[in-house]
């Protein structure tokens, strides 16, 4: 797993493997949640969420730059020693590994949802897992270039959304801070999920081709993920009613309902079809940095045999387990609240120590 020449990736997809995992999950329920919080003062929320993750990003670049050539874990063994790094080892792989189930499931209740009722979602979940395989034994550089692929088919989503304007009623969105700051606060806090993801920059940062660029490719990231995410929820505040759009879980999907070509009856499945391919960009990088985490935790066998056992193991749980929207929703809690200590605590406290371990050398003898 030694970030060589062969798996080093460029700024564009760098930007790209960033963006990617941060658009998961939370972009088809998230304009449902933000008006069930505060209403549609819901944009305001993601204003918030924009500058909270952008500053939290940066203080990864500045962790990461006393260690450019290992991930976070070789930076946590090479400052606070080998049994540190285990920790953090066994803290990254455990996020990680609900992060990817809760994704990898979700995807599949999606399609159970709206187009396979009668069909478990472990065997849907098994459609997607020779897919995943192949593209993530490649290293970040191939799922990069896969991002890259998928770039055409988002920017076909996002145009085709601007159809939806046409029938806008701006008048939803007024007037502003209807109901004050509170309900804004404390809806932040519970669709912060939707920014986490820009801490897979704690094993992308070795990979990265001109690390002196790290910085501002991950402010272009979060500003990409933060402008669709305005856009999408814009979309479904003006086009739905404020009382309508609560009752939606699903909204995006409910929202491009809405469109009707003569030549195309359910527009709103192939906008699904178009979500799955861009959703599995979200997940293979972590799994990848957790393949990096388990071969440095001295697990044997080729990155691959990890890659396939953990995907086997995944569609395995969700047969003798079977979970529901209920317990989706549940571990996506869990997910969200050691997410929140990951992505927005440990950065600015890990930093802080590193630059108070380094004021103590200086002023040593």
């Known amino acids: 797993m030694n970030p060589g020449k062969g798996n080093q990736i460029t700024l564009f997809q760098y930007i790209l493997l960033i963006h990617s995992v941060q658009m998961g999950i939370s972009l088809l329920p998230l304009p449902g949640d933000l008006a069930r919080g505060c209403g549609t003062d819901g944009w305001i929320v993601l204003i918030i969420g924009w500058l909270a993750s952008m500053t939290s990003s940066l203080i990864i670049i500045q962790i990461m730059r006393r260690h450019p050539n290992g991930t976070i874990i070789d930076l946590l063994s090479h400052y606070f020693g080998k049994w540190v790094g285990k920790v953090g080892m066994v803290m990254f792989i455990g996020y990680f590994l609900l992060f990817i189930y809760l994704i990898y499931n979700r995807m599949a209740l999606l399609v159970q949802n709206w187009i396979m009722q009668q069909t478990n979602s472990s065997v849907l979940m098994l459609l997607f897992l020779l897919p995943a395989y192949m593209i993530t034994r490649g290293g970040f550089r191939i799922i990069g270039r896969y991002s890259e692929i998928l770039l055409f088919l988002s920017c076909g989503l996002i145009l085709t959304s601007l159809y939806l304007f046409k029938h806008a009623q701006w008048i939803h969105l007024l007037p502003i801070l209807k109901h004050g700051w509170i309900p804004i606060l404390q809806t932040v806090r519970t669709n912060i999920l939707s920014f986490i993801g820009f801490e897979i920059a704690f094993f992308l940062y070795p990979y990265l081709e001109n ?127 050691i997410g929140i200590g990951i992505a927005f605590v440990m950065p600015p406290l890990l930093w802080a120590i590193l630059a108070g371990m380094r004021r103590i050398r200086r002023a040593s003898p």
């Open 211 to 337: 690390k002196s660029s790290a910085s501002i490719g991950i402010i272009i990231a979060n500003s990409i993920t933060f402008v669709i995410y305005m856009l999408f929820t814009l979309l479904a505040f003006v086009n739905f009613s404020p009382d309508e759009i609560t009752q939606y879980h699903n909204t995006l999907i409910s929202l491009f309902k809405i469109i009707e070509f003569r030549f195309l009856e359910r527009f709103d499945i192939l906008i699904l079809s178009t979500y799955l391919l861009i959703i599995v960009r979200t997940f293979i990088p972590v799994l990848y940095a957790v393949v990096i985490c388990t071969q440095q935790l001295g697990l044997k066998g080729q990155p691959r045999l990890h890659i396939l056992l953990i995907l086997t193991v995944m569609v395995a749980v969700a047969w003798i387990w079977k979970p529901g929207w209920n317990a989706s929703v549940h571990l996506k809690d869990i997910v969200q609240n």
